[in-house]
């Protein structure tokens, strides 16, 4: 594709909202945002608030280049804060909103953003600059109709427009200059990276790199049978300060001209598919890996019911073999006739299984076409799951500086455990040490203020080093093995793959969270955090004791999740004996030197809040080794 035929970021802003000006672009609870429009935007009126949000950016004084900050929950506003700061020439950082005050500065601080869009007073209580600490700050946004801001540092989004809309009357035309003058090569976004093994670094994203990966994303999806148009739907709930729903939901659909609903919190997920109905939705494998033990509880609540899902499920395993070629690719193509295919008796079997089957495929609306997987490897077990209950799940690969997804799952040949040939513009190869390396389409184009960094990104003739390894098989189909850096090395020599051991738990009801140890030691051990609501219920309902007054629950993500209990809660013989027959089994799928051969029960869950993971659930091994030295020391006494 050539450069000449690409839009920059606002040239397909506009010609979305120009095409398609009536259409729904935004549906939300209006509850959440003072009842503003009723809980729906046109493209029309996405447009007049992004203008109106762009001229308040240049009342305020924000020069072409100048960065500005978003740290928010997902919500319409978000959206319309990214095209409006990228529309008038200016950079979006962009930071999650669970980010502490020293983490959020440090981003600020490291961008010199100049401008701080936030979601609430919450997170403007919590991160409130210091006399001096954020020296490059100039104004606050409050993302809230009834915020009014009563100093020169902050703004209510109310006054915000006011201002906007005062200046677009006066000054209208630098506006259309600024958003007709961006380039390609102009920067649009900066995104950091999540830090899992120390800093985050600020990859920087220009207008090419997201239109690039867009168009080529469009070429592969009309290629493989996967259609996003203006009629379909998004779900919105994955953090948009990554790139994943960045760009796979957010631009992907101004780009498309279809629509975004944005789910009220993580926690009502499941109601938000029956309410909006998606065609389809971003998601990552934690998140899969609960949806489908949440499915398997809601199946075992009685002796029949559990019988019959079982039975169903074997029955599809039988189907899954018909839809699987020679090649191991399994064709879940919306156009693919499985019925036709099979055998009259497993056919009559297959009508009744998949009625049982439709029922669950129901919880995620009736439109429902496909969901995206990627931020981390999906289990192959877990991935199968889906299939055999005729549900897509397309597994993709890329990170923030590959601007979304540089590897793809074709539909019709989807390989549970990889993660597909090289897609949407890239191209990919393995280095010599078996990092797996891209070129093409969607690259970004260096790390922020770190040059040795940047350098060190890349190889000699161009090509981005992943710090993934990976395989690559005879149908150019990746398999990603692990993060370079997180290959344990045993002082016997052998070399183990954490993820290859945390994902034989991924369909585990019993046990949550997986941190495996071994790095310069004789053999493997892990930290294993039970799932304790599952044993709270448990304990309940069998009438055995324990102190509850030790209980703690996270609202975090608007539920009550139970993130520490007692040290005789987990001393408890049931939970023990459950716990060790999940790791024999695990371990049965092991070689002898991967297995896990003496492991602790945590009481505390890894938390965000404490720094053990981030904020898209990847657990950071520098400071969990940190916070439990003296435990992981007693596993090798």
Not at 286 to 311: C, D, H, P, T
Request: charge should be neutral; glycine fraction near 8%; hydrophobic fraction near 40%.
């Amino acid at each position: 594709m050539q450069t000449n035929q690409l839009s920059t970021i606002s040239e397909f802003f506009y010609a979305t909202c120009n095409r398609f000006p009536s259409r729904q672009a935004q549906l939300f609870n209006p509850n959440m945002f003072g009842n503003d429009n009723n809980g729906s935007f046109t493209y029309q009126e996405v447009l007049d608030r992004v203008e109106a949000m762009a001229c308040g950016l240049l009342a305020l004084g924000l020069e072409k280049g100048e960065r500005a900050a978003i740290m928010a929950a997902n919500s319409p506003y978000w959206v319309h804060a990214d095209f409006a700061i990228i529309n008038c020439g200016g950079v979006t950082v962009t930071i999650y909103p669970t980010l502490s005050a020293n983490e959020a500065s440090y981003i600020i601080n490291d961008s010199s953003s100049r401008y701080l869009f936030v979601g609430s007073e919450d997170i403007l209580a919590r991160i409130r600059p210091e006399p001096g600490n954020m020296p490059s700050l100039k104004k606050i946004i409050v993302l809230d109709l009834t915020y009014r801001g009563g100093d020169d540092l902050t703004l209510g989004l109310n006054q915000f427009l006011d201002l906007g809309r005062e200046f677009k009357a006066s000054g209208g035309q630098l506006y259309t200059g600024r958003w007709q003058g961006n380039t390609l090569e102009d920067w649009a976004s900066i995104i950091y990276t999540s830090g899992t093994t120390g800093k985050g670094k600020g990859a920087i994203l220009t207008h090419y790199t997201f239109s690039s990966r867009l168009a080529h994303t469009m070429e592969t999806f009309a290629r493989v049978g996967v259609s996003v148009t203006e009629e379909d739907l998004c779900l919105s709930f994955l953090p948009l300060s990554h790139i994943y729903e960045r760009g796979c939901g957010e631009m992907l659909a101004v780009y498309t001209g279809a629509c975004t609903a944005f789910a009220d919190k993580p926690a009502t997920i499941m109601q938000d598919m029956q309410k909006y109905n998606p065609t389809w939705f971003n998601c990552v494998p934690r998140l899969y890996e609960r949806v489908y033990l949440g499915i398997q509880e809601q199946m075992a609540s009685s002796k029949v019911k559990k019988a019959l899902f079982n039975w169903a499920l074997d029955v599809g395993q039988e189907v899954l073999a018909y839809r699987t070629d020679s090649h191991g690719r399994i064709n879940m193509a919306l156009d693919f006739d499985i019925k036709q295919r099979l055998p009259l008796g497993l056919r009559l079997k297959f009508t009744l299984a998949d009625k049982l089957f439709a029922r669950i495929r129901a919880l995620f609306g009736s439109r429902f076409k496909q969901s995206f997987s990627a931020s981390a490897s999906l289990a192959p077990e877990l991935s199968t799951m889906f299939y055999i209950m005729g549900i897509r799940v397309i597994e993709g690969y890329g990170l923030t500086e590959t601007c979304t997804a540089c590897n793809f799952n074709p539909p019709a040949g989807l390989k549970p455990g990889k993660v597909g040939p090289a897609a949407n513009g890239s191209t990919g190869r393995l280095a010599e040490d078996g990092e797996y390396l891209v070129g093409g389409a969607g690259l970004f184009i260096g790390y922020l203020n770190q040059p040795g960094e940047t350098e060190a990104a890349f190889t000699p003739d161009g090509w981005f080093r992943t710090g993934d390894l990976g395989e690559i098989d005879k149908d150019g189909y990746l398999r990603i093995v692990d993060r370079k850096k997180a290959i344990i090395c045993l002082n016997t020599g052998k070399n183990v793959a954490p993820a290859k051991i945390e994902n034989l738990y991924s369909t585990s009801g019993v046990i949550e969270q997986v941190f495996i140890v071994g790095d310069e030691r004789k053999y493997i051990t892990a930290l294993l955090v039970p799932n304790f609501n599952h044993f709270i219920q448990l304990f309940d309902r069998e009438n055995i004791p324990y102190d509850q007054d030790k209980l703690v629950y996270s609202h975090a993500t608007g539920m009550p999740i139970c993130v520490e209990v007692g040290e005789d809660f987990v001393a408890q013989p049931l939970l023990r004996e459950m716990i060790a027959k999940e790791v024999a089994a695990a371990n049965n799928n092991l070689e002898s030197f991967e297995q896990v051969k003496r492991y602790a029960v945590l009481s505390k869950r890894f938390t965000e809040e404490r720094g053990e993971i981030t904020p898209t659930m990847k657990t950071k091994k520098r400071v969990i080794l940190e916070n439990y030295q003296d435990v992981i020391e007693g596993l090798y006494k």
